[in-house]
């Protein structure tokens, strides 16, 4: 059993943060906010049970935050509101099984929490929080290696990531179930 456990405090002086918003070109546009800082704790696991099974989890919850902030639309300042796209909250944990010297089986998934898309604190703004499964199985012969791995094995609805353009939330989708497969060969 090995864990790992870091707390940080990150505490910004005109932070150069984005707005929610995009350029006519498609970038995202960003200023400089006074005062921010993101706060919390992480932690890493990693737990062989017996010699072929390992887990595996990490969790990183903190608190983010920006003192005040002017949106140039509308004029409006907002005083303590949470930084656009950076959620509270973040689970992985992964299952490896060594099934055999040569066939492993791995399964694992991700939780994300719900991430504003604009620094006003507007719940009308955010992605909503996910959880999404992966597995994947690898057989592997010498150098060679022949793996499947399918990614958000459930087909849950995730957003990556998104902008705002003040009246409407607009978002980037994650694939559905995705499957690949992947041959390696060594020399």
């Given at each position: 059993l090995t864990a790992t456990v870091n707390v940080f405090d990150m505490r910004f002086r005109n932070e150069i943060t984005p707005v929610g918003e995009l350029s006519y070109i498609g970038l995202p546009l960003r200023?400089?906010?006074?005062?921010?800082?993101?706060?919390?704790?992480?932690?890493?696991?990693?737990?062989?049970?017996?010699?072929?099974?390992?887990?595996?989890?990490?969790?990183?919850?903190s608190r983010n935050r920006i003192a005040e902030y002017t949106d140039d639309a509308s004029g409006a300042t907002y005083r303590d509101v949470e930084p656009l796209l950076t959620p509270a909250v973040l689970?992985?944990?992964?299952?490896?099984?060594?099934?055999?010297?040569?066939?492993?089986?791995?399964?694992?998934?991700?939780?994300?929490?719900?991430?504003?898309?604009?620094?006003?604190?507007?719940?009308?703004?955010?992605?909503?929080?996910?959880?999404?499964?992966?597995?994947?199985?690898?057989?592997?012969?010498?150098?060679?290696?022949?793996?499947?791995?399918?990614m958000n094995v459930g087909s849950a609805r995730f957003y990556a990531a998104g902008y705002t353009d003040g009246t409407t939330p607009y978002y980037f989708v994650t694939a559905p179930r995705a499957i690949f497969v992947t041959a390696t060969v060594g020399f």
């Amino acid at each position: 059993l090995t864990a790992t456990v870091n707390v940080f405090d990150m505490r910004f002086r005109n932070e150069i943060t984005p707005v929610g918003e995009l350029s006519y070109i498609g970038l995202p546009l960003r200023k400089n906010v006074r005062s921010s800082y993101r706060r919390g704790i992480e932690a890493d696991v990693t737990w062989r049970l017996i010699p072929w099974l390992t887990a595996a989890a990490n969790a990183t919850f903190s608190r983010n935050r920006i003192a005040e902030y002017t949106d140039d639309a509308s004029g409006a300042t907002y005083r303590d509101v949470e930084p656009l796209l950076t959620p509270a909250v973040l689970v992985n944990h992964a299952l490896d099984w060594q099934m055999t010297p040569a066939l492993s089986m791995s399964v694992g998934g991700r939780y994300v929490g719900r991430s504003f898309l604009a620094n006003t604190g507007d719940r009308a703004f955010t992605t909503p929080a996910a959880y999404l499964a992966d597995a994947g199985l690898a057989w592997r012969r010498g150098r060679h290696e022949l793996a499947l791995h399918v990614m958000n094995v459930g087909s849950a609805r995730f957003y990556a990531a998104g902008y705002t353009d003040g009246t409407t939330p607009y978002y980037f989708v994650t694939a559905p179930r995705a499957i690949f497969v992947t041959a390696t060969v060594g020399f």
